[in-house]
T-cell receptor, first 113, second 112 residues
């Protein structure tokens, strides 16, 4: 069964600290993995898309890693800011098709001052 | 601003009623996707249209239907509403090739 599991379910950190969110997937065949940020009550916004051949990809203070062998991805947030408080969602398409996306349940990150 | 426009932003209605949610995709995007997100739940794929034709169906109830018009805007119709239909409904459009999705701000439906 195609699944995407994220951990932790929720995380609270202090402003300025770093954190790492995890995503394990069993989707097959694999083509790419996406991380989205969703502010409460808002639409998800793409942070990064990683293909099979990419190990690391950065977008500002966000760095995603991918290990296709172990089927794991992580999203590292550096020097967190209050505006980083959001749900971070890992998404993996089935067969590389956008119409068949498997969504993780997300990690709810809260950054406190 | 993703470029995807959804209306209305908020909608409150009663059980048994029917509502229509509207989505305008980004300029040039031919695909439109509808998702449902219940409270504290993940996004559930409902249905996809490409250039006016239905392309894929997810967990969409028979009480729900959608269509995409020649100008590429899409409407999601929800009928015989139940309390459990209360949720955020997101529309997304995709870039041809990469499949990256751009989401609208959602329509929050409350069924009382």
């Amino acid at each position: 069964k195609n699944q995407v599991e994220q951990s932790p379910q929720s995380l609270i950190i202090l402003e300025g600290k770093n954190c790492t969110l995890q995503c394990n997937y069993t989707v097959s065949p694999f083509s790419n993995l996406r991380w989205y940020k969703q502010d409460t009550g808002r639409g998800p916004v793409s942070l990064t898309i990683m293909t099979f051949s990419e190990n690391t990809k950065s977008n500002g203070r966000y760095t995603a890693t991918l290990d296709a062998d172990t089927k794991q991805s992580s999203l590292h947030i550096t020097a967190s800011q209050l505006s980083d408080s959001a749900s971070y969602i890992c998404v993996v398409p089935i067969s590389g098709s956008a119409r068949q996306l498997t969504f993780g349940s997300g990690t709810q990150l809260t950054v406190l001052p | 601003d993703s470029g995807v426009t959804q209306t209305p932003k908020h909608l409150i209605t009663a059980t048994g009623q029917r509502v229509t949610l509207r989505c305008s995709p980004r300029s040039g995007d031919l695909s439109v996707y509808w998702y449902q997100q219940s409270l504290d739940q993940g996004l559930q794929f409902l249905i996809q249209y490409y250039n006016g034709e239905e392309r894929a169906k997810g967990n969409i109830l028979e009480r729900f239907s959608a269509q995409q018009f020649p100008d590429l805007h899409s409407e999601l119709n929800l009928s015989s509403l139940e309390l459990g239909d209360s949720a955020l409904y997101f529309c997304a459009s995709s870039v041809l090739g990469t499949g990256e999705l751009f989401f609208g701000e959602g329509s929050r439906l409350t069924v009382l």
